[in-house]
T-cell receptor, first 114, second 112 residues
Framework: DQQVKQNSPSLSVQEGRISILNCDYT??????FLWYKKYPAEGPTFLIS?????DKNEDGRFTVFLNKSAKHLSLHIVPSQPGDSAVYFC?????????????FGKGTKLSVIP | DVKVTQSSRYLVKRTGEKVFLECVQD?????MFWYRQDPGLGLRLIYF???????EKGDIPEGYSVSREKKERFSLILESASTNQTSMYLC???????????FGPGTRLTVL
């Protein structure tokens, strides 16, 4: 059973517009959420995170929103740039469990069209 | 900056060979992880370690073993490589209490 789901395998957006990537989770014990960006033939790069005590975290062009009641988070990229074209992974952890593990979604491939 | 390095970017091995994948991190992180990434399957955890000489099985440990003799180094071993182990292998590390993991560049392993 998938505890972290990214239901859109791919997304295409025009350069300069907003990209919205979505992620749903089922485990109510998850309290820390992360987004990673991955280019082909490279390792994932940490992008942004959010703790469950917040509902929004912003870092430059990247904003993550968390809706705990809906068990849903989203990553907004504004404005989108061609260099943002990559696979984006959502991840979650139960920090109280002390297991140190992240549960990853299967990824969404973002294509930003110039 | 956290730096995680992996011994090879690309590796080609024959079925039945013993394969060693090495990972080194330079930030004194306690936790280290090995994943494999396959198209449509995302990142799947093979093994992880939260201390020297300690190891825990992840979701798909079959066919793999690990070794952690020093804090900075975590090795993944394929005792007898098979074609279904052709994949991208990713190493990561983290420092408690934060669960943010930092990844190496990956090793693309092909088993013929």
């Amino acid at each position: 059973d998938q505890q972290v789901k990214q239901n859109s395998p791919s997304l295409s957006v025009q350069e300069g517009r907003i990209s919205i990537l979505n992620c749903d989770y089922t485990n109510s014990m998850f309290d820390y959420f992360l987004w990673y960006k991955k280019y082909p033939a490279e390792g994932p790069t940490f992008l942004i995170s959010i703790s469950s005590i917040k509902d929004k975290n912003e870092d430059g062009r990247f904003t993550v929103f968390l809706n705990k009641s809906a068990k849903h988070l989203s990553l907004h990229i504004v404005p989108s740039q061609p260099g943002d074209s990559a696979v984006y992974f959502c991840a979650a952890s139960d920090s109280g469990a002390g297991s140190y593990q992240l549960t990853f979604g299967k990824g969404t491939k973002l294509s930003v069209i110039p | 900056d956290v730096k995680v390095t992996q011994s090879s970017r690309y590796l080609v091995k024959r079925t039945g060979e013993k394969v060693f994948l090495e990972c080194v991190q330079d930030m004194d992180h306690e936790n280290m992880f090995w994943y494999r990434q396959d198209p449509g399957l995302g990142l799947r955890l093979i093994y992880f370690s939260y201390d020297v000489k300690m190891k825990e099985k992840g979701d798909i440990p079959e066919g793999y073993s690990v070794s952690r003799e020093k804090k900075e180094r975590f090795s993944l071993i394929l005792e007898s490589a098979s074609t279904n182990q052709t994949s991208m292998y990713l190493c990561a590390s983290s420092l408690p209490p934060l669960d943010t993991q930092y990844f190496g560049p990956g090793t693309r392993l092909t088993v013929l």
